[in-house]
């Protein structure tokens, strides 16, 4: 836990009051990385292993602070799980659209990532999300051991945390 | 009726309008003129000795370079009887023609999700469906029938040879 740990460096006592300041910066980033709640959203078989194996008790999201949200309108994180289908990259973008700032995307797997298995003679897969939206973190497997999507939501934080105040809105284009 | 028996009594009731009949894969198989397609279909559907009363399958194949059509496929099952035709008809098409066929999903109506894909996927036109809207692709997909040979699209890549 940064900022945690180091109390005494960003922390100063006033004397007489119980009041502690921080950097506000330190602060925020490390509210949003340590609560990176994620839209419940497969698509594929990635959902499986990303979002629920992964989100089980043998991995579990929790430790992370990473809680599912049903509605887009709550989530910071959304987990392109699976092949994303022309028909279907319509909803995403709304559902990304409905997310609140600051979001993130990871796009997990093969098909997430540029279409994967159905790159050659498909005309229905969309080859790649972040044709669509802009994507934080890659994730390559088919589908992925869910250490690696541990790993990747680990990433992220240490993305999330490196971030300025005034840039959040930028930094997912 | 095992398929052998099939085959004679389709061919003896019915052959003013079925021709070609033989047994592919242990499954009695006839062919039929497009025109006779809907009555066929009533006929078998309402015959007594026969009971088919569910599709088993229903597809198309684009024959046009083989045969110079679209040939429609479909396999009809009876649950009395344990027993299933296939009945065939090809629609003659040139090289970016539209194939007409009337419609069977007055007769059975489950064909009608089958001819809607069809009807996106080849663009073979069912005369007199009832819902003739898009089933799988989207609904302002404009790039013509992907399943058709040759058929390529904006974001389309052809495997390259290995």
Redesign the interface.
Known sequence: MGVVSKLPVYMERIPGGGILTTSAEKFFNWSRASSLWYMLFGLACCAIEGLMATGASRYDYDRLGMIFRASPRQADLMIVAGTLTHKMAKRVKILYDQMSEPKYVIAMGGCANNGGPFYYDCYSVLKGVDKIIPVDIYIPGCPPRPESVMEACLKLQEKIKKQKLGDWSSSTS | MDSSSLLKLLSEEYQERVFDGKIITDVATVSVNPGNWVSICHSLRDDKSLLLHSISNFGAIDFREKLGGYQIVLTVFSHQFNHKITIKTLLPAKEDDSPIVGTISGVWPSAEWFEREMAELFGIIFEGHPDPRHL???DD?D?GY?MRRG?S?K??????EI
Do not use: A, I, Q, T
């Open positions: 799988l692709l989207d997909w790039e992907p058929w699209g974001d389309f890549v052809v495997k390259p």
